[in-house]
């Protein structure tokens, strides 16, 4: 690498990991240049012995390859080079003609030392150049130190760099050649997310989430894959996560499919990959199969990691271990993830404080999480299909998992099919609700049961309201969970606090809580996912008894309103990431060298708890 660090990054370029220099901003650069990071980070190759866009000699002609490694510490030639990478779009085939797998090979057969091949675009495909001089499939390059591909050992594992575009390849290659629809598909990639998590928790040996070369290639092999350790393994999945898989759930795939998927993730560590990597990795593979149905839109994770730490920071450290916390419109998990995250953090300074071994520490961590999540964290939805992604979701992130629960959170308990259920979600019983509801479009409520149980369809009405939406009555219907003196913190549209028509909703409010926070999110918070156009987060403290009285007599004393506009969230209105940049318009680097997300909403928290005096 360069001695000189760029800190900054003009418009329209990106810096090359390599070589340190400036290169155009462009889809294919950025596959490539998360390919020569992930060959240094996960198969552990010295950057030094890297090149990009290396001229290799083909007759006549010259072309490039996209990256090379050459033999370590040898000269940078043409015939000391030992692998070639072809990292191209994801959207390219790999039977294109100008740009697909035979590119590759005839750079490899160009490249007189070279062994291994690897061209990622729409898949992921391996090549190995036999003595013969005949190119066959594989099941990956080797890591480096190693002659050929071996099965992952535990300690190798490495936290996944680029996994939103791993689980695209796998769920993509599902679709595409197993002959199923995408949610089907979907699915079936979330049993073998669970099996390998699963495996990374209970390895004792060995590893059993991998495959073999010889079962890659062949069919028997692939079976054995099948027979010898996933179906195995999915059993016990099935065994620990009764309340997600029926006894009789199998794994449908077809194994030379199931063996795909079993490669492209065997490498990574799902446990140890960062939690905003995993959360936006797994939100988007999400919105691919279920956007918009009923109104659902997912929360983008800095909006769920502001309202979640705002909410949590109106508690003392001492207190935040026994808040029991709910969303009732769930969807794919992302504010209780951002809960367990803080969590976390917390137990993480704690145990680092009490000393120990750092496998000690680790353990400790992930125990005194998963107890936590267990007995203080809970989701509903009525969406079947979005509570077991909230139930997968919180696997990866430490559990809590058996609090998700499917049911209508609008009704009444008894309505509720599930009995666990109707013992663990009561009104009135949680101190920290935090939520999205369903907006516009199709989520209209218009039952005359339910909205025959709310206060909002008759207040301030000459005639009882037949329909509302359903962002509008969970305005009520969040609030019913939240102790006396607890809090809520919900996304909302900007109308319910401006719109005259909607005054009655402010009038029921505030006879009912008191306001404690009015974030006002840019336009474009939802771009990405859909939603709301004008979306706020509110904050809100429900009053006690004989605080409601003062506030129905018109006595309830005045109190301060934390009130904020961020103008940034990271994103611009097509949903294309916004970076930090100088006076001059160069990007700033943080300190991983990464672009600096230009956020305003954790600077939202910072602002919040300076208000709150702690």
Known sequence: MPSKIVPFIPAGKVRCFVTGKLRKDTPEENVRQRWARSLVDEYGYDVLDLAIEYSVKMGRKRKRADIVIFKPGGMRRQDTVTVIVEAKREGVSPNDRDEGVEQLKSYMSACSSCRFGLWVGSEKLAYEKSEALEIEDTVDIPRFGDAYPQPPQFHELTPAIDLKASLRRCHNYIYANQGIQKAEAFHELQKLIF???????????????????????????????????????????????????????????????????????????LLNTKTDVKGQAYEELVGANLRGDRGEFFTPRNVCDMAVRMVLSLYSDHEIASLKVLDCCCGTGGFLVAVINFLREKITNFEQARGGSTEQIRNRIGERVKELAERNIFGMDINPFLVRTTQMNLVMHGDGSANVFQGNSLTTPGEWTDETARKKVKHETFDIVVTNPPFGGKAHIDDPHILSSFDLPLYD??????????????????????????????????????????????????RNVRLVASVDLPKETFAEGGGVPNPSVLVLQRLTREESNLAHAGVL?????????????????????????????????????????DDDLPKVVTDFETWRGK
């Open 195 to 269: 099996c390998k998590v699963l495996d990374e928790k209970e390895v004792v040996n060995r590893l059993r989430f991998f495959v073999h070369i010889e079962e890659r290639r062949s069919i028997s092999g692939q079976r054995r894959l099948h027979d010898e350790r996933i179906r195995p393994l999915f059993d016990e999945v099935k065994d620990r996560y009764p309340y997600i898989f029926e006894t009789d759930d199998r794994i449908k795939l077809e194994s030379r499919v199931l063996a795909y998927i079993v490669l492209e993730l065997q490498r990574y560590s």
């Open 461 to 510: 009405a000459v005639n009882a309201r037949r329909s509302m939406p359903a962002e509008q009555l969970f305005v009520e219907g969040a609030l019913k969970y939240v102790k006396r003196g607890g809090y809520l913190a919900i996304v909302l549209p900007r109308s319910i606090a401006n719109n005259p028509g909607l005054k009655f909703i402010r009038k029921w409010l505030l």
């Open 557 to 597: 004393d005045d109190y301060e309103i934390f009130m904020s506009i961020p103008k940034r969230v990271g994103i611009d209105k097509r949903g294309n990431p916004v970076h930090l940049r100088t006076p001059e318009g160069l990007i700033v680097l943080g300190d991983h060298e990464e672009p600096t997300v």
